[in-house]
């Protein structure tokens, strides 16, 4: 996998989970403030998109994760 792959795969993972954590029913760590991270997660693709620079894809390649898209 490439990174811009990775980063989509983590993103995508960590909204879904932030969105399990903050519904109301939830049986742990229920909050709505989970529902905060989904957001700050959204913000950070959304900046990457219009600036092309993610810290998510520098970290990766750091960690040797293949470049590419």
């Given at each position: 996998m490439?990174?811009?792959q990775?980063v989509?795969?983590?993103?995508?993972s960590?909204?879904?989970l932030?969105?399990?954590l903050g519904?109301?029913?939830?049986?742990?760590?229920?909050?709505?403030?989970?529902?905060?991270f989904?957001?700050?997660?959204?913000?950070?693709?959304?900046?990457?998109?219009f600036?092309?620079?993610?810290l998510?894809?520098?970290?990766l390649?750091?960690?040797?994760?293949?470049?590419?898209?």
């Amino acid at each position: 996998m490439t990174t811009w792959q990775v980063v989509r795969v983590i993103a995508g993972s960590f909204i879904l989970l932030s969105l399990a954590l903050g519904v109301q029913g939830s049986p742990i760590f229920q909050s709505s403030n989970w529902l905060w991270f989904a957001a700050f997660v959204g913000a950070n693709l959304l900046q990457s998109g219009f600036s092309k620079w993610c810290l998510m894809e520098n970290i990766l390649r750091k960690l040797g994760v293949r470049p590419g898209c």
